[in-house]
């Protein structure tokens, strides 16, 4: 196995440490998306339950132009079982992802443009409006996590993901949304 290969292998079985709470199992992408390595997992709770509420800020209370149908959830994003009741963190963008680890690094705070604060928000389906959901995330790494890997000092590859992906299948109608749509992180 090649260096390509290993880091490869390493992303499809050591999940980024923002869903170290969850019980995950690798996962495909549900939509096309380049050849970037990538890191898929859908999420359970500890408590084995697949199916919660994903938790958010929308997009539409901080950026007032936004489009009509592009309203998004932005984070930090959490995950509400319905069968126990735990919230778990899936992402917060001010402390995971590429420029959250190259900020820590240097003593700083991440760089996400928007971060919701106060009470969130449940993602809604936009075929049926339930907010009940089993939550797949998926990690895009661009090909600078081959230039860390060439350093060879043992960076943690796997939190140096630059595309977050959260796809939502509703589970009244099972209808697939994207409730998140961070860019270069
Ligand atoms: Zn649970
Ligand atoms: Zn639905």
Redesign the pocket.
């Not at 209370?61 to 963190?89: H, M, Q, R, W």
């Not at 995330?137 to 630059?162: H, K, M, N, S, Y």
């Given at each position: 196995m090649n260096e390509t290969e290993r880091i490869v292998q390493q992303f499809q079985t050591t999940p980024p440490s923002c869903i170290a709470a969850f019980r995950v199992t690798p996962a495909k992408l549900p939509i096309e998306w380049d050849q970037s390595c990538r890191s898929i997992w859908r999420l359970s709770?500890?408590?084995g339950?697949e199916r919660g509420r994903v938790l958010g800020y929308p997009l539409s209370e901080y950026n007032k132009d936004l489009p009509d149908g592009a309203d998004c959830l932005i984070g930090p994003i959490s995950f509400e079982?319905v069968?126990?009741g735990?919230v778990t963190t899936v992402i917060d963008t001010d402390r995971h992802g590429y420029s959250a680890e190259v900020a820590k690094r240097e003593g700083g705070i991440g760089s996400a443009i928007y971060r919701g604060s106060g009470l969130p928000a449940a993602w809604g389906c936009p075929q049926c409006d339930s907010r009940v959901f089993s939550l797949t995330v998926a990690f895009i790494f661009w090909d600078a996590v081959f230039d860390l890997a060439a350093d060879g000092l043992g960076w943690p590859l796997q939190e140096f993901f630059t595309v977050f992906l959260s796809f939502a299948q509703c589970s009244e109608c099972r209808q697939l949304s994207e409730p998140t749509n961070f860019g270069k992180l």
């Amino acid at each position: 196995m090649n260096e390509t290969e290993r880091i490869v292998q390493q992303f499809q079985t050591t999940p980024p440490s923002c869903i170290a709470a969850f019980r995950v199992t690798p996962a495909k992408l549900p939509i096309e998306w380049d050849q970037s390595c990538r890191s898929i997992w859908r999420l359970s709770c500890d408590c084995g339950g697949e199916r919660g509420r994903v938790l958010g800020y929308p997009l539409s209370e901080y950026n007032k132009d936004l489009p009509d149908g592009a309203d998004c959830l932005i984070g930090p994003i959490s995950f509400e079982c319905v069968s126990c009741g735990k919230v778990t963190t899936v992402i917060d963008t001010d402390r995971h992802g590429y420029s959250a680890e190259v900020a820590k690094r240097e003593g700083g705070i991440g760089s996400a443009i928007y971060r919701g604060s106060g009470l969130p928000a449940a993602w809604g389906c936009p075929q049926c409006d339930s907010r009940v959901f089993s939550l797949t995330v998926a990690f895009i790494f661009w090909d600078a996590v081959f230039d860390l890997a060439a350093d060879g000092l043992g960076w943690p590859l796997q939190e140096f993901f630059t595309v977050f992906l959260s796809f939502a299948q509703c589970s009244e109608c099972r209808q697939l949304s994207e409730p998140t749509n961070f860019g270069k992180l």
